[in-house]
């Protein structure tokens, strides 16, 4: 093989037909497949390009292609276990499909979301994944209306596309019912809710819906933002209240850290001294003392799911619209169902 000199930033097509003989329009076809170049000749020029430490050209494949091989997520907290569990399994199925994941961390602030969203745009993404901010700016929802998404956990009214979400009303159904059948007659919700998303106020509505239908039974629903800080706070005034719960549901497995932390800190006992369902299985959730109940969410089924949708059709034509309770829109919605896990950390009362 004649010797070529070095290129600083790697071999270059046309290095790779110097080196062989060849012409780069041979070397380009092979490398990207051509039917006008035979199989063996492929191989050769392949396996010579990879000896050599080619590196294709992503900004001139776009120019051709039109998108990259890149997906963005945009999420609001890497440091929640749903997000960060959900975030793997995404990108475990796009790099399958040779396909990599970006992750972008909105931290719930529509400018960081705006930025973010933009800055994928501009890399020509195949797709952007999306749990939206509540207070999404307008440019935001545009730039999204040019690119394949698909939106995940919550849905904005702002975004025309679709949601994959879990059975947010029968999750908290499901906690509030089995505290019920334990004898608790006061139960509080620590949970989330905005009138932008649906997501905070369904959960809020499947417990309130449950015990509303329970006799005798109280409830006490506190709503605030996502974050420890708000089952933390909350926690401690229901604690301290004359007229304190028994047992508390979580809205979210964060919401379950701050309400754990100001339990501890009051000298409580679960579940001696209040029963807890927690939202989401993390495995902290296991060897926590004697185990936190739980709403468990198929996480590994959503995540796989939006990876496959992302860039490609929407979701099943058969589906059946869902209008907003919101809004008023119509959009479709794939729903995977949710699971109670029982352990320790609830007793009858």
């Known amino acids: 093989m004649p010797r070529v000199r070095p290129n600083r930033n790697g071999p270059t097509i046309k290095d790779i037909a110097a080196a062989l003989g060849v012409s780069h329009v041979t070397v380009s076809r092979a490398l990207n497949d051509s039917p006008l170049v035979t199989d063996e000749t492929k191989k050769r020029l392949r396996d010579a390009a990879a000896k050599m430490g ?117 999750a908290t159904r499901l906690a509030a019912q089995r505290l019920i059948d334990l004898g608790h007659k006061h139960i509080a919700y620590i949970g989330s809710g905005s009138e932008t998303l649906s997501t905070g106020a369904d959960r809020a509505e499947g417990f309130y819906q449950t015990v509303w239908d329970a006799p005798d039974v109280k409830a006490t629903i506190k709503l605030g933002p996502p974050g420890p800080r708000h089952g933390y706070e909350t926690a401690i005034e229901l604690l301290t209240s004359p007229q304190k719960p028994s047992a508390i549901v979580l809205g979210s497995a964060q919401f379950t850290i701050g309400t754990l932390q100001a339990i501890r800190e009051m000298g409580l006992e679960i579940p001696r001294d209040i029963s807890l369902i927690g939202y989401d299985d993390p495995d902290w959730f296991k060897i926590w003392g004697a185990g936190i109940t739980t709403v468990a969410l198929p996480i590994r089924e959503m995540a796989m799911m939006a990876a496959s949708l992302v860039g490609q059709s929407p979701l099943d034509p058969a589906l059946e619209p869902v209008v907003s309770a919101i809004d008023g829109t119509s959009f479709k919605r794939l729903t995977f169902p949710v699971s109670l896990v029982q352990r320790g950390s609830d007793r009858e009362f």
């Open 54 to 170: 080619y590196i294709p050209d992503a900004a001139a494949k776009l120019l051709r292609g039109g998108r990259s091989n890149i997906v963005g997520f945009v999420l609001p907290d890497v440091e929640n276990h749903f997000f960060s569990a959900i975030a793997r399994v995404i990108a475990e199925t796009l790099a399958a499909s040779g396909m990599q994941l970006v992750l972008s961390i909105s931290e719930d602030d529509p400018d960081l979301e705006l930025r973010h969203v933009r800055s994928l745009c501009e890399a020509r993404t195949r797709g952007i994944i999306i749990t939206p901010v509540v207070n999404m700016h307008r440019e935001t929802a545009d730039l999204l209306a040019n690119v394949p998404c698909q939106q995940l956990v919550r849905r904005h009214p702002l975004v025309e596309s679709d949601v994959i979400v879990s059975e947010d009303k029968t």
